[in-house]
């Protein structure tokens, strides 16, 4: 009988989990999108798209499509779903294991400034810089709304809805990033700050190698914490091998 396991996805490691998991003997496979990404990368596999209604829904989609464990690989601030999958995990007593690259370090010559919100980095920007690298995606431009005597850049997939700030350029793009790209970027708009998310990974790293050799500052905002309890994995191979002991069976990986 097939382990169905469902992947909460939208990341790089999400889809080499869920390809993994596909050619391993034993499990079905249901890779779960938030469809927030006009054109996502979709994985091997089954694939949903959409929310489940919060906690209760997912409780009632796991129950329904009788899942045997659930691997949160959304990306590190999808925190909301996260805390969902917990609860949902727990209430139809399914195994949950999350999935989370791990973090940026600081290393020499970078100039970080930490903070734990986008709130409180815009509250660092008016006396960090004056034109601005904004990579925290369009979701919760409108921290930065009223910070008009700035100059913003803002890098995302797809093309980000008001509130924003006044004096914005949008760039469409999708990492992996170059270094040499990210130099440029630096110099041909004269960026002196630069705000990022603690993503991890590395798609969208050379934007501190480039910030470290053009010596501006960089705004890190921390990630929300893991659910308690909830097991955490570094790589897809470290999650098929927590996915082993928490179902008993072994994922014969060729």
Not at 54 to 69: N, Q
Not at 88 to 100: M, T, Y
Request: net charge positive; charged share 20%; proline share 8%.
């Amino acid at each position: 009988m097939l382990v169905h396991v469902l992947v909460l996805g939208g990341t790089t490691e999400a889809r080499r989990l869920a390809e993994s998991l596909v050619a391993a003997d034993g499990f079905r496979v249901t890779s779960s999108l938030a469809g927030r990404v006009a054109r996502p990368r979709l994985p091997p596999g089954e694939v949903r798209v959409g929310g489940f209604g919060g906690a209760e829904g997912m409780a009632e989609w796991l129950r329904a499509h009788r899942v045997d464990a659930v691997i949160d690989a959304t990306h590190p601030f999808a925190g909301t779903i996260s805390f969902n999958a917990a609860s949902a995990a727990a209430a139809v007593h399914v195994p949950l294991l999350a999935l989370r690259r791990p973090g940026w370090v600081p290393v020499a010559g970078d100039r970080w400034h930490r903070t734990g919100s986008l709130a409180g980095a815009a509250e660092l920007l008016p006396g960090l810089g004056s034109r601005v690298f904004l990579t925290t995606g369009r979701m919760g431009l409108a921290a930065f709304a009223d910070l008009d005597t700035l100059w913003f850049l803002v890098r995302s997939v797809d093309a980000p809805e008001p509130p924003h700030p006044a004096r914005t350029e949008v760039l469409l793009d999708r990492g992996p990033f170059s270094l040499e790209g990210e130099r440029e970027l630096i110099r041909r708009h004269r960026i002196d700050v630069l705000v990022t998310k603690d993503s991890g990974g590395d798609a969208t790293a050379p934007k501190l190698t480039a910030a470290r050799e053009a010596a501006i500052p960089v705004v890190v905002v921390g990630r929300p914490p893991v659910p308690p309890g909830v097991p955490v994995a570094g790589t897809p191979e470290e999650a098929l091998a927590l996915l082993d002991g928490l179902t008993g069976r072994r994922t014969h990986r060729g």
